[in-house]
């Protein structure tokens, strides 16, 4: 059989990375980068409203005929290579990043008209314009509606599809008006490879769909109109332009259409893989299975786990989706994060230490000497409020145990500790509800460059901590999906048992460190319930601290905002 | 009436600082500064171990003659000054520091058989060494001999005279055999100066004995034979060879002797004040008085308040000495203090941030752009422990409200109002208690150089915030006793009256910054009561936190210790 090949695109934050691989043993054979040229590395920002990050949808079209592009030049210099062996293509994306689009499915952005309107362009997954119709989503389904609050851990976010959709029709009615319908950048990019020239006509994927947009096959796919008038009674209308049902990466999402087949240079009608969230391809291109959580290690942590699919899911309170079929068909999916891991750090060594890129090396070298529990430090990581499993992005740092001794690397050795234990507090839910992990799979750079960073892990978790074999996972993953969907694979999981590897390298829990570890997880979690509010916390006053002390912040900014008009 | 000057001499830390003052408005005529020349800044270090900190009693001696003669030389250039002018002179020292002596009063320290032993110098008053014999003269006392324990707070310091006595005896019981007696820094400068041969002959002053060695009229000077037998018996033999009685500054210590009127070119018979504590006297010459606070704002901060005297005192709790007599004459003293202000704000700039000294103007810059509660940041200023109101040395610091977009302004900011907070903490105690306190008078550097610190206290504080017009309160106070002493002044308060003075910077709370404070300021004691066991606090296991995080530290540097082994 002569060899095969797939193509994965992963569209990122800042840039957009496609790879060729070899559907035999996963390996790259091609590998380009194309950067968003908008904005500020891609985003556009509003100095205003440190909560709006919006994209041109027009960078994503750009970036993937580049980096598609540049994939198969360097893929053409590889032996026995050649564009007619590709047999699909597979694309990941960020998310929940819902793009307003017209009557034929071209985003509102892209139209003269609309071009320079900041609501007409995609709503970056890190927009969080929409705070307060997340908490009124939250709030409306409490009361009327507590079965879709049960599988995405009982609170809606601002970066979620609703929040942001309702955002715009009361910040910008006119973008809401005009707008046909609302796709999910992931859902866009494989109809834009198809030619699909209509919204009805996207294949949803339910990962999308139902981790960020509440659709279940249960009640029947996305929120009931009586829900989503309780919320705005167009919401309701909008519901009959958005789609009624969702699907695993079981089939493919289309086949590609004339116009990209010539821009990309590949076989008109190759298979379109269903679009993914980064993560999630991103946990499929890592290895995961029942058994293996993985860990995708950046500015925050985003975690993928899944289980047998067939009987109902685990509840699991706090994580922050359980969908059926949504990183790989036949299972549920879970989703839990931390909302600042390499932020934390970096707001440590850059932020308060103000050092350069170099200073993580001498501090992490320098942490590297400290003993566990050396440091008498504790901290909570919650300097990006808490993902998983308090659900809560109100929530607030905090660092006990200095003295005047106090070194800068004890600190930053405390920060990644508090991550360590963050990651423990998720693991421990899961295991706890049913979903047994017995390995963790990181992948991301700081899994590759920071043997502290993995071993303080080990300790802290109790478990081997392994690396991906690929640096390039979620773009493997969904080269992966590409394969399954060309039919190269039968499954995901023979697909996987060949396509994946991990790292030799590999960090096991050192006996000695682990009851130190055990002892300090058991003091983070004394003040993780106390001022993250947990449930059963013994009682008083500093559940609320945080809160309040953010409520102080918010009056003295609004003050002075007062004193300067 | 020809001018009268006064000479004050005040021993710190690292130097001796003597001036020739004039009796009529208490402006030097003369100054001179000599630094201490052994060991570490004057200070004996063990690199073994760190809480070792003890100084060369030569030191002492070569101090004062360079220091007075300095000061001499330089009033000499003053119209109308002559040496058979002054009055008299008065000497203000660290404590509790406490000298091992033989027989004729001579530090064991200045004979060549025990010149290099470290238990033979004077044991600083920084000297931790007794930490263990302080736990257990609290512990003791606390069954046995509770009216002890009233009024030092409730809690004896491992800086404190018994503890380092008996340390010494148990360390090395060679240099406590062949000291003959134990003479306080304060008490031995005037003995020398008097040319004192033994040491019953020594006058010693109630403010060390009652501050510092449990001495009080009340229950018949020292603690008890029964009492100190039960530490050990030799403690209890050398109950007899200390002193039977200790006085206030309500008469001389003695008359210049021929070796230092020689020496320093003073006449003979000259009167020398009553030693007492560098804050003691550094609130005399700041201008304490009954309703004023004294704050000598350092690297600690050391309060003085008086009240008057005749009834019982008022019990104040966490106070940590309450004595009649210890600062003014006629007056109960009181003392309570801080173990970290600038040195905390010194481990942020120098020791986590790694600035020169001049980043402290810097971050104090940016600070001061701030709006009270705008840093969304609360701290406790426990780094170095709690000394009032809580007494407890094992507490240590912690930071909450952090976000990935904390500054290291935001932060130093926090830690400047955290010690307000703690200042607060301890004005409530004083004025719930019966000290009614209605100003606040500072010395000190911060206090001259740093208008941010001092607002932001006023704000906190509620209070107006004064300067010390003498920028060396303590030997000002030093001198002020020697006028009274000398009787060019009929007592300490007609000699304040004419002698000290205020800085025309004043500082008064801003209205609008109140409101914020005082809500803030509650937030603080929730953190105050919780973590530091505060009685009444709610319950739950935080208030042994901080704690079991320093066991956890100390069994890793053990364990460390061991390995190297």
Chains 1, 2 share one sequence.
């Not at 559907?23 to 891609?42: H, I, K, L, N």
């Not at 969230?277 to 290690?297: M, N, S, W």
């Not at 890129?357 to 000497?369: F, G, S, V």
């Not at 919650?382 to 607030?396: A, E, I, Q, S």
Request: aromatic content about 8%.
């Amino acid at each position: 059989m002569p060899p095969a090949y797939a193509i994965g695109v992963d569209f990122g934050t800042n840039s957009v990375r496609a790879v060729v691989v070899d559907c035999a043993d996963g390996r790259a054979v091609g590998t380009a980068v194309s950067e968003y040229p908008s904005g500020e590395r891609g985003i556009l920002l509003d100095p205003r409203d440190p909560h709006l990050a919006r994209q041109c949808p027009g960078d994503y079209l750009d970036g993937l005929r580049a980096s598609v592009g540049g994939a198969l030049a360097e893929a053409a210099g590889e032996r026995g290579f050649a564009r007619d062996r590709v047999a699909g293509i597979g694309v990941d994306t960020t998310g929940s990043t819902p793009i307003p689009v017209d009557a034929r499915c071209r985003p509102l952005a892209l139209d003269p008209r609309w071009k320079d309107h900041p609501a007409a362009q995609a709503w970056l997954w890190k927009d969080h314009t929409g705070a307060e119709e997340a908490a009124a989503i939250t709030e409306t389904a409490r009361r009327h509606a507590p079965h879709y609050l049960a599988v995405i851990g009982g609170t809606y976010s601002s970066e979620w599809f609703w929040s942001k959709i309702w955002r715009c029709l009361k910040a910008a009615p006119e973008v809401f008006d005009a707008a046909a319908s609302w796709v999910e950048f992931a859902d866009y990019v494989p109809a834009v490879l198809a030619g699909v020239g209509a919204p009805r006509d996207v294949v949803r994927c339910v990962c999308a769909a139902g981790h960020k947009a509440m659709y279940s096959a249960a009640w029947g796919g996305l929120p009931s109109k009586d829900f989503l008038a309780r919320l705005d009674p167009r919401l309701a209308a909008l519901r009959d332009r958005l789609y009624a049902h969702a699907y695993p990466a079981d089939r493919p999402a289309g086949r590609l259409g004339a116009e990209w087949s010539e821009a990309l240079g590949l076989p008109r009608g190759l298979p379109i893989a269903m679009g993914g969230f980064d993560a999630h391809y991103g946990a499929v291109g890592a290895g995961v299975r029942p058994g293996t959580l993985v860990k995708i290690i950046g500015t925050s942590t985003c975690d993928i786990a899944v289980a047998p699919g067939g009987a109902a899911p685990p509840d699991v309170p706090g994580i922050c989706g359980i969908v059926d079929g949504s990183v790989m068909p036949g299972y549920f999916g879970f989703e839990a994060g931390q909302s600042a891991v390499g932020d934390l750090l970096q707001w440590w060594a850059g932020g308060v230490c103000l050092g350069e890129d170099d200073l993580h090396a001498a501090l992490t070298a320098e942490a590297a000497r400290l003993r566990p529990g050396a440091s008498g430090l504790l901290a909570l990581d919650w300097n990006n409020g808490n993902r998983t499993v308090l659900v809560d992005p109100r929530l607030t740092g905090l660092l006990v145990g200095q003295t005047l001794h106090t070194t800068r690397a004890e600190v930053y050795r405390a920060l990644i500790e508090a991550t360590a234990f963050g990651a423990r507090a998720i693991i421990e839910r899961l295991t706890d509800r049913g979903v047994p992990l017995q390995r963790v799979v990181c992948c991301g750079g700081i899994a590759e460059k920071n043997p502290l960073f993995m071993q303080i892990y080990a300790d802290v978790l109790g478990r081997p901590m392994l690396v991906a074999g690929s640096p390039q996972a979620p773009a493997l993953g969904a080269a992966i999906a590409a394969a399954v969907a060309a039919g190269v694979h039968p499954g995901f999981e023979a697909a996987q048992q060949r396509m994946t590897s991990l790292k030799p390298e590999r960090y096991d829990p050192d006996p000695a460190a682990r009851p130190v570890y055990d002892e300090l997880y058991l003091m983070y979690r004394e003040l993780h319930d106390v001022f993250g509010g947990a449930p059963g916390a013994p009682a008083g006053s500093l559940p609320t601290l945080m809160k309040r002390l953010l409520a102080e912040r918010e009056r003295a900014v609004a003050t002075a905002a007062g004193a300067a008009r």
